[in-house]
């Protein structure tokens, strides 16, 4: 090989390995794809003294939907000391119903619930409260708090302001204590449920799914058999590829406010076998004679277990492992994670984000199978989070497989309080952009996302930051993204037999205005989008690939001319430097 050729050769190589390099090469922090958001609107009315804990759906046709609860402070008494579940919606982000109760529970329980709704626009409720709104007969506060189940209903999008139009209340709790709940639906119109409830063990947490619009559920299976677990601040994903991902709290069975650690389950059948990986934190003992099993569990007194139902426990990642403080300790368990939450994005890389409960600061875990996950890496841009027993953080990916973190904490540099949104482009985050600053000081966010590219976010304020706030009203904002506007192709959840469709119709009570943003978010919907970047896109207009491709096109071409003329040169063997 003469010297010319194989110089040439080199160059052709180096120019390939740099185009091949690009769409890998990133800066440090991405740029925001969110615009604006608009003005927050209070969703609950002067009226009600606690308003908090809600959750929202969103489907592409603009409607908007919100649940949240909302109690009396402790005002009233006997068979009045109640906390409702509300319900509001608007139809074009302009005007919201007046909200209307849709079940009830005991005061000193919050009415934790989960909405979401389907292709098709029917809604999907859990909630925790009773059956029914009248109050049950062993109801006689202080003397007997009645039922403390979770219950499921459904409901066409355009009629959830009549309580009659929900289909009947479906128990999903077996025992006589439930709390928390997540639920989600699949591509195949599948709805997944997570929730935690007393067992004979303690707290646990249990799945279970339905194909049939909530008519019959699956029987329900531990995600957790060994531990006592934090009976809220569990969270459900369903990818795209409709994978579920859940993570949750261990806690210690003598002191049940202290994580221990945290834990992450995934199943890639549709529910059928788990895998779960320890995420951090004291690795969790197994409580003599604990062993959860599918369906109503029995003690199996004097036996341990490990793994998820029989299967395997996958492939643990203890990256900081620490010693079990004594027995009798309340002391903090240092690196575990706390308010844990899970997103995937676009190319099925999967986000752990949590608060640790030593430094408070946010952090974050990447994992491209869920077995195997980088070490924790600070979010970039904040400085730390809350330490409240009740907050949590909420992700949901956009159509361009971006992931949206929404989360309470005080930005770099400052000492403001403040909600704030993070977006992960699929290599880095940017810095967070403030939503809405304390005081009064939010807590609880909860986002859905509709059109694939608009976020809804809503959360409750409270007057102080401490655990012993007083809530002072529930609120929603939304933004537009720089994703492509798209309609979900998903399967819609079958309508159950018991209840027939229901017409489409305005819902009553769509006469309450509330603030928004100067250009109305009904014009935002229905006006155009702003460019929809793809992901090498986005990649071209790093500063460092604006120069390398260009470098790399220019030695290609010339390294391609060169071998053009050797060809046509019947002396190139013997031409020498």
Known sequence: MTRRKALIQVGLLVAALALAATPFISPGVASASVGTWSTPAKLSTSDMKWAWFPSVAADDSGNVHVVFSNGNGGLATGRFDVNELRYTRTANGQMWSDPNDLAVVTSSDAMRNSITVDSAGRLHLIYKGWGSLEPPPNFNPPNGLGPEDLWYMSTAGTSGQSVSSWSPAKRITTSTVGYYADLAIDSHGVLHLIWTEIDQFGWGIYYAHSSNGGTTWSERVP?????????????????????????????????????????????????????????????????????????????????????????????????????????????????????????????????????????????????????????????????????????????????AGHVHLAFVGFADGSETESLMLSEWDG?????????????????????????????HLVWFDGDITTVDRVPVGVYYSSALTSAPRVTSAARAVPIPAIQAPTPLAVPRGLNRRVPVTQVALSQQLAGGMPPSPDSISNRLRDPAIAILVPAAVIVLVVGIVALKTLELNPFRRGDRF
């Open 223 to 399: 995600i957790d058999t060994d531990h006592m677990v934090w009976w809220f601040r569990a969270h459900l994903n369903v990818d795209s590829a409709d994978h579920l991902h859940i993570v949750w709290e261990v806690t210690d069975p003598e002191y049940l406010s202290r994580t221990l650690g945290s834990l992450y389950a995934e199943s890639t059948d549709g529910g059928q076998t788990w895998t779960r990986v320890f995420m951090g934190g004291q690795v969790p003992q197994t409580i003599p004679g604990l062993k959860r099993t599918a369906g109503t569990p029995q003690p199996t007194p004097g036996s341990q277990t490990s793994g998820l139902a029989g299967k395997p426990s996958g492939t643990p990642q203890p990256a900081q492992q620490t010693p079990a403080p004594q027995a009798g300790s309340n002391a903090r368990v240092p690196n575990a994670p706390q308010q844990p939450a899970i997103g995937v994005d676009g190319t099925g890389q999967r986000i752990f984000v949590y608060r640790d409960s030593d430094t408070t600061r946010i952090l974050y875990r990447l994992s491209l199978d869920g077995s195997f996950w980088s070490p924790p890496q600070p979010l970039p841009g904040v400085r730390i989070g809350v330490d409240r027993p009740y907050d949590i953080y909420d992700m949901v990916t956009d159509s």
């Open 427 to 455: 290599r880095v985050w940017t810095n967070p952009q403030v939503v809405v600053a304390a005081p009064p000081f939010p807590e609880y966010p909860k986002l859905a996302i509709s059109n694939g590219n608009r976020l």
